[in-house]
């Protein structure tokens, strides 16, 4: 496969039809859309897998030290038979194993086979930093002229330090196909706000099909940031097919923005855009919070713990009031663990507090061995307005 340059051009559109606003959606979870000013940031990766029987590694690399893991989402992509081949949602990473949400299906890529289809699961309790994991399981048939295929898999990987900078991070993900001569698609994220000025932003997609022969382009806001990225880069190098590919996006960029407009365009290649995440340095609030998760694994019937560390931004003592309620990621109200705490963040300082809860023995088999999404809002006192908010998963036995 030809290199991948990853050096920002700048060049406007290529001549193209209008571009088609891509059906990615907001990767909402409980009631958040998004990781809003947090204290670190994300790193995506993933594996080529058409032809291997479904086996590879993805190799997380360039989280900083002292970082914790905040939450892991897996995608991965099927060709297949139309209606949906049966396991074409199951898949293992270190023989754990995901059955993914359908996210979404699209015609074939310019390939043999009826269909692509994407998927989803939550991998954060399986995922501990950068390393080696190893992927089996997807439905792969061992040739890859042949369905079904697994086209890769990746790793989105969003992590906390209380040693770098606020950011927001937002993830858009869905099943958009692009199969017409230089048709281009795009999608609009929101749900962040950028610093004035601009100090650092970062954009990846997770693509399926991308061939190192054929050519492509990828955009931020009209301009081109990558010409033939999609060449089907993630390892190993003898497999296409399957692209993670991040960029820089800082210069393409205004200060104080509140959305970003991520496309790509189809020269002569084929190719299914399954996800977007984006980060971006956002201002600092009066004071923000950092959640981590002190029992990631819970047993019904026993404590869950978790730790609070609010920090004050500002020069002057910051009164706030905290409220930890508990959603399903559907959105669904679970109820609330905590609410009404009152503090005082001493200026320019931290506060840490860690808060215990007991899970009824009696929580129904529904909510099991599924992701649980535990949101911490903090609270202006006496006025109530938003400061920050913050979210740790946990799993119930």
Not at 234 to 245: F, K, L, S
Not at 363 to 382: E, H, N
Request: with cysteine; hydrophobic share 45%.
């Amino acid at each position: 496969m030809r290199p991948f340059a990853r050096t920002l051009v700048a060049a406007s559109l290529l001549a193209a039809a209008a571009p088609s606003l891509a059906q990615l959606n907001p990767y909402v979870r409980g009631t958040l859309s998004g990781a809003n000013d947090l204290r670190g940031g994300y790193v995506a990766a993933g594996a080529a897998l058409r032809g291997t029987g479904g086996n590879g590694t993805i190799t997380i690399a360039g989280i900083p030290f002292g970082s914790t893991v905040k939450e892991a989402i897996l995608y991965w992509t099927i060709l297949g038979d139309d209606p949906m081949p049966a396991g074409a949602d199951v898949i293992k990473i270190d023989g754990e194993t995901f059955n993914g949400t359908l996210l979404g299906s699209t015609a074939s890529p310019c390939q043999s086979m009826a269909r692509a289809y994407v998927f989803r699961a939550d991998a954060t309790y399986w995922i501990s930093g950068d390393g080696a994991y190893e992927v089996s399981g997807a439905l792969d048939s061992g040739d890859t002229g042949t369905s079904p295929v697994a086209e890769g898999a990746s790793l989105v990987v969003i992590y906390s330090n209380p040693a770098i900078a606020i950011h927001d991070i937002v993830v858009a993900d869905g099943a958009v196909l692009a199969s017409s001569p230089n048709e281009l698609v795009t999608t609009t994220i929101t749900g962040f706000n950028a610093s004035t000025p601009i100090t650092g932003a970062s954009v990846s997609f997770i693509v399926a099909d991308g061939e190192s022969d054929l050519t492509d382009s990828t955009y931020v806001n009209g301009l081109i940031i990558g010409q033939g990225a999609l060449n089907g880069s993630d390892a190993p190098a003898e497999v296409e097919w399957w692209d993670t590919d991040t960029f820089d996006a800082t210069a393409v960029l205004s200060g104080g923005a509140t959305s970003v407009t991520p496309g790509l365009q189809q020269g002569s290649d084929c190719f299914v855009w399954a996800a977007t995440p984006f980060a971006i340095v956002s201002p600092a609030p009066d004071a923000d919070i950092l959640t981590a998760n002190l029992t990631p694994t819970v047993v019904a019937g026993t404590n869950f713990r978790m730790r609070v560390t609010a920090t004050n931004n500002s020069g002057a003592n910051v009164p706030v009031t905290a409220s930890i309620d508990v959603f399903k990621q559907s959105g669904q109200f679970l109820g609330t663990m905590m609410s009404g705490k009152v503090a005082t963040v001493p200026a320019s300082a931290s506060e840490t507090r860690v808060f215990r809860a007991r899970i009824p023995a009696t929580l129904p088999p529904s909510f099991r061995g599924i992701p649980i999404y535990v949101k911490t809002t903090l609270l202006a006192r006496p006025g109530g307005e938003l400061i920050d908010d913050d979210y740790v998963i946990f799993y119930v036995q």
